[in-house]
T-cell receptor, first 116, second 116 residues
Framework: SQKIEQNSEALNIQEGKTATLTCNYTNYSPAYLQWYRQDPGRGPVFLLLIRENEKEKRKERLKVTFDTTLKQSLFHITASQPADSATYLCARPRDRWRNRDDKIIFGKGTRLHILP | GAVVSQHPSRVICKSGTSVKIECRSLDFQATTMFWYRQFPKKSLMLMATSNEGSKATYEQGVEKDKFLINHASLTLSTLTVTSAHPEDSSFYIC????????????FGPGTRLLVL
């Protein structure tokens, strides 16, 4: 079955450093991947979407890559701040072009702690 | 843009009562709305997918008669937890999608339900 795997359940990074989170996908070649941020007791917030033909996408201090050879997306936060501490979710959105009954698949998330 | 509201944000009810949660897309028309449940420090669990004007599609293991979903318009979906029991206590989150390619989901802030 198709899987989205975020192998790191938690990650501690020193403030100011770059945080890198990993998302691997198996048994599927998604056309898109998404990254969301979720704070405790809140719904997820959409951050970035990257298409399979885009190697890299940036938004302010965020950068996402999509490597179809490694079947992997990396999510980077540069110059990390304590306010970046949250759970980050990787997701493969529904692909109804290929499968009308398709569903979004979320990874389990990585809890990122930026240490002051 | 792309704001989704949820009401109420928190509800406490007695066992046996029914609780209705509203999800609204405030500035776009949502062709599809999704309902999720999330336990503490666990990943999102999709409960059902609803398209405006049609019956919701429930995930395996989710009781249709227990969790009634009505998607009355392109901006409003409701989830009613009928005859609530303490094991229904959870964090319920809705999301809405405009159905575009890559299908970003915009999440509501969530509703914390506590059944006594």
């Amino acid at each position: 079955s198709q899987k989205i795997e975020q192998n790191s359940e938690a990650l501690n990074i020193q403030e100011g450093k770059t945080a890198t989170l990993t998302c691997n996908y198996t048994n599927y070649s998604p056309a898109y991947l998404q990254w969301y941020r979720q704070d405790p007791g809140r719904g997820p917030v959409f951050l970035l979407l990257i298409r399979e033909n885009e190697k890299e996408k940036r938004k302010e201090r965020l950068k996402v890559t999509f490597d179809t050879t490694l079947k992997q997306s990396l999510f980077h936060i540069t110059a990390s701040q304590p306010a970046d501490s949250a759970t980050y979710l990787c997701a493969r959105p529904r692909d109804r072009w290929r499968n009308r009954d398709d569903k979004i698949i979320f990874g389990k998330g990585t809890r990122l702690h930026i240490l002051p | 843009g792309a704001v989704v509201s949820q009401h109420p944000s928190r509800v406490i009810c007695k066992s046996g009562t029914s609780v209705k949660i509203e999800c609204r897309s405030l500035d776009f028309q949502a062709t599809t709305m999704f309902w999720y449940r999330q336990f503490p420090k666990k990943s999102l669990m999709l409960m059902a997918t609803s398209n405006e004007g049609s019956k919701a599609t429930y995930e395996q293991g989710v009781e249709k008669d227990k969790f009634l979903i009505n998607h009355a318009s392109l901006t409003l979906s409701t989830l009613t937890v009928t005859s609530a029991h303490p094991e229904d206590s959870s964090f319920y989150i809705c999301s809405a999608s405009a159905g575009l390619a890559g299908e970003t989901q915009y999440f509501g802030p969530g509703t914390r339900l506590l059944v006594l």
